[in-house]
């Protein structure tokens, strides 16, 4: 059974930091493209950042962008979110996500997702 299971998530306030994790049963995440989805409340699901299978390409929001960094270490079978700086708008359900085809990630449909963990920003 392929689970993918976020951790980091939590309540903090406006310029502080979280860095997201998203840990793998069941997949190699080093065969895999990943990436960082949000859906705040009533909006629609956004990718927030991507990377490929071997690292050397990523794509980042343009909101976080300066703010936010993917990355990933395949020994660990992990993948990162680092934020910093962040915001009220950063506010959302975070979604690890990953895909043997890039393409899919950058589409929107990645095969597998995580359950998300909630990050807010408030003072």
């Known amino acids: 059974q392929v689970q993918l299971v976020e951790s980091g998530g939590g309540a903090v306030q406006p310029g502080q930091s979280l860095t997201l994790s998203c840990r793998s049963s069941?997949?190699?995440?080093?065969?895999?493209?990943m990436a960082w989805f949000r859906q705040a409340e009533g909006k629609e699901r956004e990718r927030v950042a991507s990377?490929?299978?071997?690292?050397?390409?990523?794509s980042t929001l343009g909101a976080v962008k300066g703010r936010f960094t993917i990355s990933r270490d395949n020994a660990e079978n992990t993948l990162y979110l680092q934020m910093n700086q962040l915001q009220v708008d950063d506010t959302a359900m975070y979604y690890c996500?990953?895909?043997?085809?890039?393409?899919?990630?950058?589409?929107?449909?990645?095969?597998?997702w995580g359950q998300g963990t909630q990050v807010t920003v408030s003072s």
């Open positions: 069941g997949l190699v995440l080093g065969n895999y493209a």
């Open positions: 996500a990953a895909d043997q085809d890039y393409g899919q990630i950058l589409e929107g449909r990645p095969r597998y």
């Open positions: 990377i490929n299978v071997n690292g050397g390409t990523r």
